[in-house]
């Protein structure tokens, strides 16, 4: 069964303060790799899909990257409103092409002024 | 462009009432999910339409829930006799078939049950 590990549990930040969250997976074969954001008492916002190896993608202070083994999410230069729990997810193959998404449990990132 | 919407937001209710959630996708996603999130844990799949058609479900889903799609639009979540380790935040998410199937997540029901 697909396990997805995330480090850390949480992460505080001052303003500026670059820095990198992991996740660690272990699938079958990698189909790609999601990372949402999520605020409080809100839905997953989606921020990027990865899909093999060496493959990078950046959105405003964000790059993610993606190994064999794990990806990361590299955060510079963090501003107060990049406060969320990111979250990182690896699919599973469906009945009729769906895809299942089985999530880490979160990295809780604080940015402090 | 209107994303996710899920109604209602949040739901109180008294341990064995049943509760039904509603779920309006994107307009043009024709796959549907169910999830379940926890406090502190990530969201975890509960059952999937592709249409109007059920395809999976997990073992999470007891023979107390039940979903429905019923014309591929909208899609309900049902739960019957409520226990209170059904309190958990339901997220429906949907995508579109062929775009990379990427999930885009409603802002969920946040459902106690006392």
């Known amino acids: 069964e697909d396990q997805v590990t995330q480090s850390p549990e949480a992460l505080r930040l001052q303003e500026g303060e670059s820095s990198s969250l992991n996740c660690s997976y272990t699938?079958?074969?990698?189909?790609?790799l999601f990372w949402y954001r999520q605020d409080p008492g809100k839905g997953p916002e989606f921020l990027f899909t990865?899909?093999?190896a060496g493959e990078e993608k950046e959105k405003e202070r964000l790059k993610a990257t993606l190994t064999k083994k794990e990806s990361f999410l590299h955060i510079t230069a963090p501003k107060p409103e990049d406060s969320a729990t990111y979250l990182c997810?690896?699919?599973?193959?469906?009945?009729?092409?769906?895809?299942?998404?089985?999530f880490g449990t979160g990295t809780q990132l604080k940015v402090e002024l | 462009d209107t994303g996710v919407s899920q109604d209602p937001r949040h739901k109180i209710t008294k341990r064995g009432q049943n509760v039904t959630f509603r779920c309006d996708p994107i307009?043009?996603?024709?796959?549907l999910y169910w999830y379940r999130q926890t406090l502190g844990q990530g969201p975890e799949f509960l059952t999937y339409?592709?249409?109007?058609?059920?395809?999976?479900k997990s073992r999470l889903l007891s023979d107390r829930f039940s979903a429905e799609r019923p014309k591929g639009s909208f899609s309900t979540l049902e739960i019957q006799r409520t226990e209170q380790g059904d309190s958990a935040m339901y997220l429906c998410?949907?995508?579109?078939?062929?775009?990379?199937?990427?999930?885009?997540f409603g802002p969920g029901t946040r459902l106690t049950v006392l």
């Open positions: 998410a949907s995508s579109l078939q062929g775009a990379a199937d990427t999930q885009y």
């Open positions: 699938v079958s074969g990698l189909r790609g």
């Open positions: 990865l899909y093999s």
């Open positions: 997810a690896v699919p599973t193959i469906l009945t009729g092409g769906g895809n299942k998404l089985t």
């Open positions: 307009s043009e996603h024709n796959r």
């Open positions: 339409f592709q249409n109007e058609a059920q395809l999976e």
